[in-house]
């Protein structure tokens, strides 16, 4: 049955009324972003002046503010030009995030350029020269060397550092994020996300207000099996930070792991205002994504298509591809595909607006959600236009050895498929295609860029079982579902026709109650599955 969740009210009273560590508030400037973002104790041989400059821009680092942290860098390495290791923050911060697939060129032609005036400028002790050297793997040979082999040799560098420096622990936070960021999505035990977690657990408990040690604890942890380890760090880090807009948001991913919608919503609310208030669209929009992620899962409809209405005006306003950011292209597209195929609504998923990004895999956000709205509202031929342009994308994504990506855009397209049969009657050929969809969906893992998929494969397995008449097969499709994501309105709706279908009235009774009970902010008016769930539940 549902955890029992803060209210809304409550979580953001307790988020946005913690106070500042004194080591890191300084006055508000004109232009600066403010100050609360938690404690951090960063040694250098750089003027003592600067001190708390530092501190606070490896905050910014450590909760994601890239932008900031990289102006705050650079501003230190004016005012004192043998810091070197302040180029090194601005490298950091130019790689950006590490769990984003690949980089934009310009990027890493900058963070390359700050690796090399941090090698001039000269560090004074050789633990410093050491973080420069380490951050140079991530830059080297660019142009000839693949991003996995650069992630994988920084990791290395920073395991040789971790052994040389034990007692650095600002380091051992950076080598565990290090260790995580190479994890293949492939690896379902686990191993190296269990291994960077072994040594932030540790960190965590005498760094209770470290901004990176809760963040990165979240996204070791940021996975199905594994996510109630993350509730501490979880709800520990939006009161660390409470003016990141990005620490404000990340205990969203563990609260969407493990079904705490109304906590998701009220931490993506606050993190949204942050990064208004900060002027950062892309952190907006990321929010947002898992915001109506977690409104659509609580049948709060009106609440999603006021996301939906504002996205425009958004969008509107951002004028390059760095404010966009990965995850800003991610969410423009993810939201008003979600808030199409998550109530069923098929005509207006199938008539979704084309945009062109930079990113196939975001591309096809927009075709997936065409091709299964004009499938199930009996357009198959319409369908099918999407689908070959999936297969361009997926192509496109091959080509730039982006396999990751390629694969999950494999998932859409077989689905796509899947439901193109069913609407021309090839059961089988329908069955066999979702199928495969479910497999190859379970052998990999969610990118961090999404709250989920745009709609799980083996809950479409469900879905399509149930529409052929089989609902105690449809069960166990969805009953998988509901361990690996738990909450989810549709898989819950789903089951509790498959097992009215098997004549369990009093199963099906317990799974309506859960609907209400989870959706007691949800609208029957607007969604009819929620009004169908009260009648069955009051039976």
Not at 258 to 268: F, K, L, R
Request: hydrophobic letters at 45%; one cysteine or more.
């Amino acid at each position: 049955m549902l955890a029992s969740h803060v209210s809304a009210a409550i979580a953001l009273t307790f988020v946005l009324g913690q106070a500042a560590p004194p080591a890191l508030q300084h006055p508000h400037e004109s232009g600066q972003p403010p100050q609360q973002l938690g404690t951090v104790d960063f040694k250098t041989s750089c003027d003592p002046v600067l001190r708390a400059d530092i501190n606070r821009a490896v905050a910014l680092l450590h909760s994601f503010w890239f932008g900031a942290s990289a102006a705050a860098f650079t501003a230190i390495a004016e005012k004192d030009p043998s810091c070197g290791i302040a180029w090194w923050g601005v490298a950091m911060s130019r790689w950006g995030n590490p769990f984003a697939p690949g980089r934009p060129i310009a990027n890493v032609r900058q963070g390359s350029d700050a690796i090399a005036k941090g090698r001039a400028a000269g560090a004074r002790t050789d633990r410093e020269r050491d973080y420069i050297e380490a951050a140079a793997a991530l830059f080297t040979d660019f142009e000839t060397v693949d991003h996995r082999t650069r992630i994988v040799n920084y990791e290395r560098a920073m395991e040789r550092l971790h052994q040389k420096y034990p007692a650095d622990r600002e380091l051992a936070a950076f080598y565990a994020l290090a260790i995580n960021q190479t994890a293949l999505p492939t690896d379902k035990k686990y191993t190296q996300q269990l291994e960077a977690a072994a040594i932030l657990e540790e960190l965590f408990k005498t760094m209770p207000d470290h901004p990176g040690v809760a963040h990165y604890l979240i996204h070791a942890y940021d996975h199905p099996p594994l996510a109630q380890r993350a509730l501490p760090a979880a709800r520990r880090y939006a009161k660390i930070a409470p003016d990141a807009p990005h620490a404000l948001h990340m205990p969203s991913h563990t609260f969407t792991r493990v079904g705490h919608w109304e906590d998701s919503i009220a931490t993506n609310l606050a993190s949204a205002a942050a990064a208004r208030k900060a002027k950062s669209p892309g952190e907006v929009l990321h929010a947002l994504d898992y915001q109506v992620y977690a409104y659509l899962q609580t049948a709060q409809d009106t609440a999603a298509a006021r996301v939906v209405d504002e996205l425009a005006a958004i969008v509107r306003g951002i004028d390059t591809a760095e404010q966009y950011g990965q995850a800003g292209y991610y969410a423009a597209a993810a939201i008003p595909a979600r808030y199409a195929l998550e109530r069923g609504d098929w005509r207006t998923a199938a008539a979704l607006e084309i945009r062109t990004t930079p990113f196939p895999f975001i591309d096809a956000i927009t075709h997936f959600a065409r091709a299964i709205g004009s499938a199930r509202s009996g357009n198959p031929a319409g369908a099918a236009v999407d689908v070959d342009k999936l297969e361009t994308l997926r192509g496109a994504l091959l080509s730039s050895n982006d396999a990751y990506w390629a694969q999950q855009v494999e998932i859409q397209l077989l689905a796509a498929r899947a439901w193109i049969a069913a609407a021309r009657k090839n059961n089988d050929e329908a069955l066999a295609l979702m199928k495969q969809a479910a497999a190859i969906e379970d052998s990999t893992d969610k990118s961090a860029i999404s709250p989920g998929p745009l709609a799980p494969a083996r809950e479409m397995l469900g879905e399509l079982l149930l529409q052929l008449g089989q609902p105690a097969d449809a069960l166990a499709e969805l009953e998988a579902v509901m361990k690996k994501e738990p909450n989810r309105f549709r898989a819950l709706y789903l089951g509790a026709q498959a097992v009215s279908m098997n004549s369990d009235v009093q199963k099906a009774r317990a799974y309506y109650r859960e609907i209400v009970e989870m959706c007691s902010n949800g609208e029957p008016a607007r969604r009819p599955e929620l009004a169908e769930a009260k009648k069955q539940a009051e039976k």
